[in-house]
């Protein structure tokens, strides 16, 4: 939920600072761009496209989201040198360590649930399953958890009406790619200006 955000946020900060700079605005020179396409796609059949998402085991929708993780990973390291990028590849990392030493989903524990849905609903959610049928987050008690602050730990502002939680993670790689969008442009003329001759 705060990716989004941050994902606006980064495009208009950076529009900003190209019509200050009087220049144009340009995308980061990314490389390898099909890595996000093909390894984001387990994401989305798992989570997002409501065809399959609520078809899927919990084993087959954990594989989904560790092969994701591991393969944005994997794009995030070719392209190290970007504004932004190694906050993006230290808050991947963060998320899937979470992940993988709790059983290939996201930890969130009763405690922050708590804070997320009334308490009849949460009576409901076995520990140890699912937070919901299509989500990334597996419901446990807070001395279960591996890592627990690398956990869905986080509850977003009690005045947006949608509830949500989420990690350390999610918000290094936010800021990641916040920086990603708002910061290529000046970065490139700082870099243009270091490298002219003195006349």
């Given at each position: 939920?705060?990716?989004l ?8 900060a ?7 700079h ?8 990314l490389?390898?761009?099909w ?28 594989t989904c ?5 591991i ?12 504004p ?6 230290v ?5 899937l360590?979470?992940?993988i030493?709790?059983?290939g ?6 405690i922050t649930?708590?804070?997320l849905?009334?308490?009849s ?11 919901s049928p299509?989500?990334?987050d ?8 591996n890592?627990?602050w690398?956990?869905d730990r986080?509850?977003g502002?009690?005045?947006i009406p ?8 999610d918000?290094?790689i ?12 000046s ?8 490298n002219?001759?003195?006349?």
């Amino acid at each position: 939920m705060i990716l989004l955000p941050a994902l606006l946020a980064g495009l208009l900060a950076g529009w900003l600072a190209s019509k200050w700079h009087g220049s144009a605005w340009q995308l980061p020179q990314l490389q390898h761009t099909w890595l996000v396409l093909i390894f984001f796609l387990p994401q989305f059949f798992a989570f997002y496209l409501p065809a399959t998402r609520t078809h899927l085991s919990t084993l087959a929708a954990a594989t989904c989201l560790v092969t994701s993780q591991i393969g944005l990973l994997l794009f995030c390291l070719v392209n190290p040198r970007l504004p932004g990028m190694p906050l993006l590849t230290v808050g991947l990392s963060f998320n899937l360590l979470a992940v993988i030493t709790n059983g290939g989903l996201m930890p969130i524990s009763t405690i922050t649930a708590g804070k997320l849905i009334p308490a009849s609903l949460l009576a409901n959610i076995s520990v140890g399953a699912r937070f919901s049928p299509a989500s990334k987050d597996i419901l446990l008690l807070p001395e279960m958890i591996n890592l627990p602050w690398l956990s869905d730990r986080f509850v977003g502002p009690s005045w947006i009406p949608y509830r949500f939680a989420y990690s350390l993670g999610d918000l290094l790689i936010s800021t990641g790619v916040f920086l990603l969008l708002a910061l290529p442009n000046s970065q490139r003329k700082v870099h243009k200006n270091v490298n002219q001759p003195v006349i």
